[in-house]
């Protein structure tokens, strides 16, 4: 489950984003909770070009450095995110076709997480941590995902034996973010930031089975990983070359006049699959974003560049919108051609 904003930088380890918070892109990395304040709801699907369909809903809430993220209403009134495969025929013993359905299976999940600097400001203040918190954001999250693969007709089966091709398991996983911000130098009116983020991913290789535990298969595990960083110019230099534009109106949306992502990460899923995807994203006044992504996946055919436009409406630093609406990977034909992701954002 990704927001679009992560999908078109092809990220993995949720690097992104610390900037932009949104209830999807938790789901990249738990910890990225603990960077949520107030409420956030997050809504996005697409189509698949094979003709089956995903949809997520998130909703995240963050107090004084602790963060929730629960699963929310979908496109199809229901919780958390769902894939749904293509239609599938029902036949009768004589080979007639009976009916249709659709496989389906749903991931609902919830995460945790902790901003350890804030955290320590708010409740217990010590020294030391105060200090490091005027360069430094620390987060750690916890997600526990809660998989149900339904992959046959009930109708098809009938009575106990429909419960053979329902697979239902859990699994866990552990976040942690680490951004840097070294400020602006004197006189002057560039800002920087680097973030480090890792998740690993079911640590305990738990499985999912059907029949029998003896045919389990395998849930992805392993460790993702990544780096961002992000050059800003803020309004002060805006106003000091065009000393003429009233820059007043424009700073209860922002402080930032153009803003420059780059990003690079990685996710080894126990040697199974290997994803390696880096982004590009060139902001103005924090507003209008255009973002260039590519992502390699070595084990199927989802490899390919992505394109992202967003609009982000933020006023007073307390209500926000955003829309983000993604091409995905042009060279392949599994996803469809575009995924739209609605946020909405109440910060207190």
């Known amino acids: 489950n990704t927001s679009a904003r992560d999908a078109a930088f092809g990220l993995e380890s949720g690097t992104s984003g610390l900037r932009f918070l949104t209830a999807a ?3 990249n990395n738990p910890a990225k909770a603990g960077a949520i304040t107030g409420v956030n709801y997050d809504l996005s699907f697409y189509d698949y070009a094979w003709g089956g369909e995903f949809t997520s809903g998130s909703i995240a809430f963050g107090w004084k450095g602790i963060g929730l993220c629960l699963p929310m209403i979908n496109r199809d009134v229901k919780f958390g995110t769902k894939i749904q495969y293509q239609e599938n025929s029902i036949p009768d013993g004589n080979g007639n076709i009976i009916g249709s359905y ?7 999940k919830i995460s945790v997480g902790i901003d350890l600097l804030e955290f320590n400001q708010q409740f217990l203040s ?3 941590l105060n200090r490091f918190a005027e360069k430094f954001n620390v987060f750690f999250g916890y997600g526990q995902n809660f998989i149900n693969s339904k992959l046959a007709s009930d109708e098809y089966f009938g009575g106990e034996e429909k419960k053979d091709y329902n697979g239902k398991s859990s699994y866990g996983e552990i976040g942690f973010l680490l951004q840097y911000k070294p400020g602006k130098a004197e006189n002057s009116n560039v800002k920087m930031d680097y973030t480090f983020g890792l998740d690993i991913v079911n640590p305990t290789k738990e499985e999912i089975y059907y029949f029998n535990k003896s045919q389990a298969d395998p849930l992805p595990y ?3 990983y990544g780096l961002s960083g992000c050059c800003c110019l803020d309004l002060d230099w805006f106003q000091q070359n065009y000393p003429n534009f009233d820059t007043s109106i424009l700073h209860h949306f922002t402080e930032s006049f153009l803003t420059l992502y780059a990003s690079l990460d990685r996710a080894n899923y126990g040697g199974i699959r290997e994803i390696t995807g880096f ?3 060139l902001s ?4 209008i974003s255009y973002r260039l992504g590519y992502t390699n996946n070595d084990e199927v055919d989802l ?5 992202s436009f967003g609009l982000n409406l933020m006023y007073e630093n307390k209500y926000g919108v955003s829309i983000d609406y993604t091409k995905m990977f042009d060279s392949s034909e599994i996803y469809g051609p575009n995924k ?9």
Not at 102 to 108: D, L
Not at 284 to 287: E, Q
């Open 303 to 307: 490899s390919g560049r992505s394109y």
């Open 222 to 224: 392993g460790i993702k």
């Open 126 to 128: 010590y020294p030391a």
């Open 340 to 348: 739209l992701n609605l946020n909405l954002n109440w910060m207190f």
């Open 284 to 287: 103005l006044f924090d507003i």
């Open 25 to 27: 892109s938790v789901n």
């Open 102 to 108: 659709y496989p389906y299976e749903t991931n609902n």
């Open 279 to 281: 982004g590009l994203e």
